[in-house]
């Protein structure tokens, strides 16, 4: 069978990328039925884009995996783990200068200052704020680093990366999650041109991609009825512990609007709102970007309301600005072990990678997968996933239904029980 960019969508594979409408002349990313962004494939595309796809059914030898790819564009990393790929070193910390203004430790947008103050790269293309909301756009103002220095948790495309990079005269450096940066690596090894076009990707460890319905569940939470703007999803409490973190937005009249998230409970570890292809993704760390950035959730840096992050370098570029920003006192940084690193997404890796193979199984998912993430897991977390895969799904369709925070809460009360009683009966096994 020969897959088509149709096909991804139809099968509710499509992650809202955007790389596959630059093999289009009409087409455009948008607003699905479920919050999600996806390609117009009433449209015609090239008989290429399903090339570009990173949840394509049907990858070429050199492309089929992370790993392939990882060969193509990491070469020369000295180390190589199965579970975080390949890899220069491992640290924790935060930037001195960007940390209280960043949703972790900062260092993403020290990165992006480095990148273009050293004149790595001319351009940025990054998530910013347009007009009340957030969208991908273009960057080059050293001045203006902090305007994007903020976790965003609502769908954004690259759409328009590659239909207005080659207007943009030298090099560019861009951000994404993991199936982000696996479709650009995949767009530079079918048009090589790209590679030095674009030296270096920063990647955003991601813990599920959500849709729009969670931020506007979580804006009727914190009591905004109607229309809202500049939303805020990682504001900090310095006196309190990193994930005691708060969600906060502008409602019409100009009023701010502040939730503890604690007070909604797990909308992670849950997969309430959470896109179907996320269940079918084994990449945790961003493994194909060149730096790897995430929250540190570790017990002995929870306590820090401020956050840090970890770090993986995956080049000697990276490496070298992490190494001079620390030397430069830019930095407050640890050198740590990739265990350490691992042990702060432990759930996260035991979800994506350890059970991946059931999740496909049960799907009926015609994805190809890595074989060393194939493993038997027990009945009782067997139960765990089939409730996790309930939870996402019923979110969905119950908030598309009714779009009311309270007629939720009433109606997933009963399936996040199930996964509840399903997640104490694994742990208990487990011990």
């Avoid at 180390?79 to 972790?104: A, C, L, M, P, V």
């Avoid at 530079?188 to 076009?197: G, H, I, S, T, W």
Wanted: hydrophobic share 35%; glycine share 6%.
């Amino acid at each position: 069978m020969s897959f088509e960019i149709k096909d991804i969508v139809e099968e509710n594979m499509c992650i809202g990328c955007g790389l596959c409408v630059s093999e289009s002349q009409s087409s455009s990313m948008v607003w699905n039925e479920s919050g999600f962004l996806v390609p117009d494939t009433t449209k015609k595309f090239s008989e290429d884009a399903i090339k570009l796809c990173p949840f394509n059914p049907e990858p070429e030898a050199d492309v089929f995996d992370e790993d392939k790819l990882a060969n193509l564009y990491l070469p020369n990393s000295k180390n190589r783990d199965d579970r975080i790929g390949r890899y220069e070193s491992t640290y924790i910390g935060y930037s001195n200068q960007f940390r209280k203004t960043s949703s972790s430790g900062g260092i993403a947008t020290f990165i992006f200052e480095q990148l273009l103050e050293q004149k790595i790269v001319d351009h940025l293309f990054v998530v910013k704020e347009v007009a009340g909301t957030y969208k991908y756009q273009w960057f080059d103002n050293i001045k203006e680093i902090k305007n994007m220095s903020k976790t965003r948790y609502i769908p954004v495309t690259l759409e328009r990366l590659f239909r207005e990079i080659d207007g943009k005269e030298g090099k560019v450096a861009v951000s994404g999650v993991a199936c982000f940066v696996k479709a650009i690596r995949l767009k530079q090894y079918y048009y090589p041109q790209y590679r030095d076009k674009i030296p270096f990707i920063v990647g955003i460890i991601c813990g599920g991609f959500k849709s729009k319905f969670f931020t506007d569940y979580l804006t009727q939470k914190s009591g905004i009825e109607g229309d809202y703007k500049n939303q805020e999803y990682r504001i900090k409490d310095k006196d309190s512990l990193a994930s005691d973190y708060s969600f906060g937005a502008y409602d019409k009249n100009n009023n701010f609007h502040q939730l503890k998230m604690r007070n909604v409970g797990d909308m992670w570890g849950t997969g309430l709102f959470k896109a179907n292809a996320c269940d079918f993704c084994d990449d945790v760390t961003t493994e194909l970007a060149d730096i790897s950035l995430g929250d540190a959730w570790l017990p002995e840096y929870k306590k820090d309301g401020l956050g840090n992050s970890i770090i993986i370098t995956r080049n000697t570029i990276a490496n070298e600005l992490i190494e001079k920003g620390k030397l430069a006192n830019l930095l407050t940084i640890d050198v740590v072990s990739k265990e350490k690193i691992i042990q702060s997404q432990k759930g996260s890796f035991t979800h994506r990678q350890d059970s991946i193979f059931f999740r496909k199984k049960i799907a009926g998912v015609k994805l190809k997968k890595r074989i060393k993430f194939k493993k038997k897991i027990k009945l009782s977390y067997k139960l765990v996933q089939v409730s996790r895969r309930m939870v996402r799904r019923k979110s969905l369709a119950i908030w598309k239904l009714n779009k009311n925070a309270s007629i939720f809460n009433k109606k997933m009360k009963y399936y996040l029980f199930i996964l509840k009683v399903a997640t104490k009966i694994n742990h208990k096994i487990r011990k």
